[in-house]
């Protein structure tokens, strides 16, 4: 089974290293962030209490989260592996992950830990765009488009999310560091723990990260 957990600060490239996993090994790509942002964008009633959190750069209650994500991983396409980004954020739903996924006879294979420097973070928050329709992400500075405002891969309209200014930023790694920064020694004392140098270039990491996965696999 190819379960895998994508953990690190806001900026630290998960999603980024999701695409080129996904597309690699051809398993669902499961970013709590983005089912919310979709829901935003759908204005369902999830949507607009995930908005409430979101907005601040805290974090949308545990149960909510839980809820989607364990529906989200009960579906065919997630029973030979999946590839789980944003989440879990906090110990309760690590733990609620573990008993969930116990209790349908699966368990995570490994969980990889993107570190990267807070002030380096800063920067790419601040300068991340993304497309709106198929959530891939840009840079101003380190990868623009090549058309400004526009997405390379489908053509949809590029966009800063309201939680990518410098105000919200700070909030985010503050959350981060009290919440879910914990996640990792949690994973360390389960032996699931990878730890990868998010500085290097993205196709770089990509080649260690793959080697990762590729170890852990059952
Ligand atoms: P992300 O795209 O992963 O940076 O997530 C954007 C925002 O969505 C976060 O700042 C939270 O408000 C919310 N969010 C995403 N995943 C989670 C999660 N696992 N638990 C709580 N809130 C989340």
Redesign the pocket.
């Known amino acids: 089974m190819m379960n895998i957990i994508l953990l690190g600060p806001?900026g630290a490239g998960k999603g980024t290293q999701a695409e080129l996993i996904i597309e690699k090994y051809n398993i669902p790509h499961i970013?709590?962030?983005?089912i919310?942002r979709a829901a935003i964008k759908e204005g369902t009633p999830l949507g607009l209490e995930?908005k409430r959190?979101?907005d601040s750069?805290?974090?949308?209650p545990d149960d909510v989260?839980i809820g989607i994500v364990k529906e989200r991983l009960s579906k065919d396409d997630c029973q030979k592996g999946f590839l789980l980004d944003?989440?879990?954020?906090?110990i309760p739903?690590a733990d609620s992950l573990a008993a969930y996924l116990n209790s349908s006879g699966r368990k995570i294979a490994s969980v990889i830990n993107i570190e990267v420097d807070s002030q380096i973070l800063l920067k790419r928050l601040t300068g991340r765009r993304v497309c709106r329709n198929c959530a891939a992400v840009f840079h101003i500075e380190n990868k623009p488009t090549k058309i400004d405002g526009v997405c390379d891969h489908c053509g949809g309209e590029v966009y800063q999310r309201g939680?990518d200014t410098v105000e919200t930023v700070n909030n985010?790694l503050q959350v981060y560091r009290t919440q879910t920064e914990p996640l990792i020694n949690y994973y360390k004392d389960k032996g699931l723990l990878f730890t990868v140098d998010g500085q290097i270039p993205m196709a770089d990491l990509f080649v260690q990260v793959s080697k990762i996965i590729e170890g852990t696999h059952q």
């Open positions: 806001p970013s709590t962030g983005d919310f995930a959190y979101m750069g805290q974090l949308v989260v944003g989440f879990p954020r906090t739903q939680d985010r």
